[in-house]
């Protein structure tokens, strides 16, 4: 545990661990000496001593409350994040439940190990023999190899012994936990921290999220470089962690165009990587209004020499009577081509081209590529989930004739729940609309590349990227590799992240300073997304009877009922949109924004406990990165589709059900909030996404699953 807390300083040097000892109940040894080693060269990890409790096991259940003493105590002056747990203190669980605090469960054995703990439930199902009594019989335990009965620990083989009851009482609790270290690391043992992932060892319940954070030794200060971040958190994140006879404290002084901004964002990330390259970022305009990206553009060139923006031609369309802004971006890129082909040769000149990004709607420029020979990649703005979806379509569409729209049945995608087809996007719904006709070319285009990159990460999306990348979505041609390197959080600019302007701190994280801790929900759904009036007053009656603290975002509703803007409508009045009195009688608890809250600080806010969201991934992915639960509400491009994910797949948001004609009532709103902020799903919720948070860190810091798929991509340019 020392080891562990040393591990975690080297990330975050500001950290107090606090290391509370009880004596065993048995000769355990003496440690006093290298206590006070620690103590003198490690100021940072100190040491208090709980009183003596007895008998054996059950002293972990006496020790209760002195846990739940420690804890309250230490409540009062920090926030408290966690419950870390060994396998024999899962009596810790109810003291966590009762202070609202998630757990986790430190396995300080492998994954071996821990795939037969997780499984004793079902062999304890599965027979009434004790297994010191199975002489010759093998256990078959998901991701190990038959294991011999009698070779079971000790305390396993006397079904009638105390000790082997407590086990099982153990091994029944760990799925209630929000998450699993384990001393190992994933390459020592990939198939059983497969298995583990993937829930096979516990058939009859979720499996928590799984960390691989080893291998930690206790010997020397020496640390594996991989598993250095998967524990490091962000800011104001304090854990407690209780083992055997061990209980540890850590905590920290309480303290544009979202695809033009992921462009640079993954730029930025690429130069990280390898800082000779040079980012080239080629820019079209489109036949609509989707406001200024000068200023953004110009912050970027002026700030990173290193990334540089080419500005194509206008291109005309030929008369059209189509209104759907899909159909019109894919027209102009694909008319764009001409363009892309002078811009590439002209870059040429003086550099060494890599390799050509695309995003979906501009797979037309593949053919670009191919012609100059230079591979083309694919970037894929939303999650892997949604990829598999999108891989998948072309299948899709050569089993049916008739359109989504009609179809009224389930989609059976390999990597993603069963879709329902009426919750494919709109633009495929239609199978005679010329925007379908797009998309299918589009999917179609993703074998032909040679990789896809994915604003995701492994352990968010587990399983659609282990599909994806497995050629399971493209049943008949290649399927080119995955590379997953989120998350990648689009921002307007620095105004977003450091919620200022000019200088000044906005009225609303004023006002969130003054909120208590989580006790506030943020309804915010993306720069296009709009309600009618009667809409947005059903929304403002759900809040006032939900009881709730809330920050809201409001837009004006569109002249023609649709759910999308294209364009700004800076003057709103709320007083006419909003109930009678609303203002008045809410004024307490709860602070309504015009048009636009700085979303990554609101959502970073200690206060925020919730978020009711569109679901677009960008959104998504700013929530998962600052732990704060979900209402998922989508309006409009593959935002139902994320609402499934969320819901059935990483289970870290509520539904909000509307009705068939789209509307939702003040019912319902009241409902979700109160689910998300009271229920014990929420609970659950806010403890997964909590983990998530984690996971999503690690993913990114240096060892981490989207750092080293980022590695990955940078090599494969080596030899082209």
Request: charged share 20%.
């Amino acid at each position: 545990m020392v080891e562990l807390g040393k591990l975690l300083l080297t990330h975050r040097p500001a950290l107090s661990i606090h290391i509370l000892t009880a004596a065993a109940p048995y000769i355990a040894g003496r440690n006093d000496k290298y206590i006070s080693t620690v103590s003198a060269s490690v100021p940072s990890i100190k040491f208090c001593h709980l009183p003596i409790v007895t008998p054996s096991l059950e002293a972990l259940h006496f020790i209760k409350p002195r846990v739940h003493e420690e804890l309250i105590n230490i409540s009062k002056t920090f926030k408290i994040h966690g419950l870390i747990m060994d396998f024999f203190c899962t009596s810790g669980l109810s003291v966590a439940d009762e202070l609202h605090i998630p757990s986790y469960f430190f396995i300080t054995s492998g994954a071996c190990f821990l795939a037969l703990y997780l499984h004793l439930p079902t062999l304890h199902q599965n027979t009434t023999k004790s297994f010191k009594d199975m002489k010759e019989h093998f256990l078959n335990v998901p991701g190990l190899l038959p294991v011999l009965a009698t070779d079971m620990p000790k305390p396993f083989l006397e079904r009638d012994n105390k000790a082997y009851q407590y086990f099982l009482d153990f091994a029944t609790q760990v799925p209630q936990a929000a998450g699993i270290m384990i001393n190992t690391f994933e390459f020592l043992e990939s198939k059983v921290v497969r298995a583990i992932s993937d829930g096979l060892c516990v058939p009859e319940n979720p499996t928590p999220l799984i960390y691989c954070i080893g291998p930690l030794i206790v010997a020397d200060d020496k640390r594996g470089g991989s598993s250095k971040t998967s524990l490091e958190d962000a800011h104001n994140y304090a854990v407690c962690d209780l083992i055997p006879f061990f209980l540890k404290l850590l905590h920290t002084d309480c303290l544009l165009s979202l695809f033009l901004s992921l462009q640079v964002h993954r730029g930025k990330l690429l130069l990280t990587q390898k800082p000779s390259l040079s980012i080239h970022i080629l820019i079209t305009t489109v036949p609509y209004d989707s406001g200024s990206t000068a200023p953004y553009i110009a912050n970027v060139a002026a700030t990173i020499p290193s990334i540089k923006f080419h500005h194509l031609p206008t291109v005309t369309l030929p008369s059209t009577k189509t209104t759907h802004h899909e159909e019109l971006t894919f027209e102009v890129l694909r008319l764009s081509n001409p363009q892309v082909r002078e811009e590439l040769l002209f870059i040429s000149k003086n550099y060494t081209i890599h390799g050509l990004v695309v995003d979906f709607f501009c797979c037309a420029a593949l053919s670009v590529a191919k012609e100059l020979n230079i591979p083309g990649y694919h970037f894929f703005t939303s999650g892997a989930g949604v990829l598999a979806i999108f891989l998948y379509f072309p299948t899709i569409h050569n089993t049916t004739t008739k359109s989504l729209k009609d179809l009224k049945s389930l989609l059976h995608i390999p990597g993603v729940p069963p879709i329902p087809s009426s919750d494919m996007p709109i633009p495929v719904l239609h199978r005679d609309d010329k925007a379908y006709k797009y998309f299918l070319d589009s999917s179609s285009s993703f074998p032909e590349s040679a990789g896809i990159v994915v604003n995701t990460f492994a352990s968010l999306e587990a399983r659609a990227v282990k599909t994806t990348s497995e050629g399971l979505c493209v049943p008949n041609k290649r399927t080119p590799p995955i590379y997953c390197i989120g998350p990648l959080i689009a921002t307007e600019g620095p105004k977003d992240d450091a919620g200022t302007r000019n200088g000044t701190t906005l009225e609303c994280l004023t006002w969130l300073d003054s909120q208590p801790v989580g006790s506030v929900v943020f309804l915010c759904f993306g720069s296009l997304g709009l309600f009618s009036k009667e809409q947005i007053r059903e929304i403002a009656f759900g809040l006032e009877r939900s009881g709730h603290r809330f920050l809201w975002v409001v837009r004006n509703p569109p002249s023609d009922n649709k759910s999308v803007a294209l364009s700004e409508h800076p003057n709103i009045d709320l007083d006419s949109l909003l109930p009678e009195g609303f203002l008045d009688r809410t004024k307490e608890r709860g602070l309504v924004l015009k048009s636009w809250a700085p979303q990554v600080a609101v959502l970073n806010h200690p206060s925020v406990g919730g978020f009711v969201s569109h679901c677009g991934w960008n959104s998504v992915l700013e929530a998962v990165c600052a732990g704060v639960p979900l209402v998922a509400w989508p309006l409009y491009a593959e935002q139902r589709l994320n609402r499934i994910f969320l819901v059935e797949e990483m289970k870290l948001a509520l539904p909000m059900n509307e009705s068939d004609n789209g509307f939702v009532s003040s019912a319902e709103v009241e409902e979700r909030v109160l689910g998300l902020m009271e229920s014990e799903e929420g609970k659950l919720i806010r403890e997964r996404t909590i983990a998530m948070k984690i996971a999503a860190q690690a993913a990114l810091n240096e060892g981490g699953s989207s750092r080293v798929a980022l590695s990955k991509l940078v090599e494969s340019w080596k030899d082209k």
